[in-house]
């Protein structure tokens, strides 16, 4: 198979699909690169709001979050990739244990996908050695909802996270920028929320300050990960819920999570069977520890100090 004039011969997309589901890939769209200018303006009206707390490099100005070719200037093509992340375990309720959000219960997500993501560039370099691609994970400035709901993987819910059909809400999204062009999806799903309102309704902060709108300052998530305060504002520490890192109350009670499925990643299995921490543990936690135990888990990201604050005021303290 060849290159003419940097357009893929007819059939190439669907082998890219097929490599992807080979790899363990639950769904992959391909669209065309370029500016989302509709994403952009919702971006930067939340952006306005001040919804995005502290966390300012959301709104560095040499990033422009809706272009992938500001990550790569050549991309011609995007390919949108969902990857399930769901395993079928609870948080205990017997002991005084902080729960853990259920992305953070097995390897670090960002590990996991950039291989399977070198693993699918490295299959596709052997199937057409002209091409380039640039990986992305979660950290490159891309808006990845909005290109998977572009490349038809779903639609974005009122908790504003991704909805498949599928398997639900559970998945972790990347992307693979191409410099060549593609056959291209061309089939939205709709939004399937219709009326429902279970995801505002159950989030104790009333984060979800309407549909489709989070503000992260009132976030358990945003809160006990990325807030770097000694304390957690009272309206947070007075609504934890149980979390010590992270918070899933609104894809917990989301219908579309009925169609959940195990995922076959193994490495998203609970790390040393652990879905939540005894407190006790976290406050009596030295340096060295956290180190070990932490090592290639995306639960490093609030650092020892978040998680000792964070249990201190499921303490009640």
């Known amino acids: 198979m060849r290159i003419w004039d940097n357009i893929f011969v007819q059939g190439s997309s669907a082998q890219i699909k097929t490599i992807a589901a080979e790899l363990g890939f639950a769904k992959c769209g391909i669209v065309p690169a370029h500016r989302l200018n509709t994403g952009a303006e919702r971006l930067r009206e939340w952006l306005n709001r001040g919804y995005h707390g502290e966390m300012g490099w959301m709104d560095r100005p040499e990033h422009d979050r809706a272009d992938p070719r500001t990550v790569m200037p050549q991309a011609r093509s ?118 429902c309102t279970a995801c505002l309704d159950s989030c104790p902060t009333s984060a979800i300050v309407e549909p489709y709108v989070v503000d992260a300052r009132k976030c358990i998530s945003y809160a006990t990960i990325e807030l770097r305060d000694e304390r957690l504002p009272d309206k947070i520490s007075e609504n934890l819920n149980g979390w010590l890192y992270g918070c899933d109350i609104c894809q917990e009670v989301c219908p579309w999570n009925r169609f959940e499925k195990p995922t076959e990643e193994a490495r998203f299995e609970p790390r040393q069977g652990e879905t939540s921490l005894p407190l006790d543990r976290i406050d009596t936690m030295e340096h060295a520890e956290y180190v070990e135990r932490f090592r290639g888990s995306a639960m490093k990201r609030t650092k020892l100090g978040g998680l000792k604050r964070n249990a201190r005021h499921l303490r009640g303290g």
């Open 78 to 195: 995007v390919i949108v990739l969902a990857t399930n992340y769901f395993t079928p375990h609870v948080h205990p309720d017997d002991a005084p244990a902080g729960k853990i959000s259920r992305y953070a219960w097995g390897d670090d997500y960002h590990d996991v996908l950039r291989e399977k993501m070198r693993l699918l560039l490295g299959r596709m370099k052997g199937e057409w050695p002209e091409i380039n691609g640039r990986i992305c994970v979660d950290t490159a400035p891309i808006m990845e909802k909005e290109w998977a709901v572009g490349a038809g993987l779903g639609w974005i819910g009122k908790h504003s996270n991704l909805i498949t059909k599928d398997v639900g809400s559970w998945v972790f999204l990347s992307e693979l920028l191409l410099d060549v062009e593609l056959e291209y999806d061309e089939k939205i799903v709709e939004d399937h929320c219709g009326t």
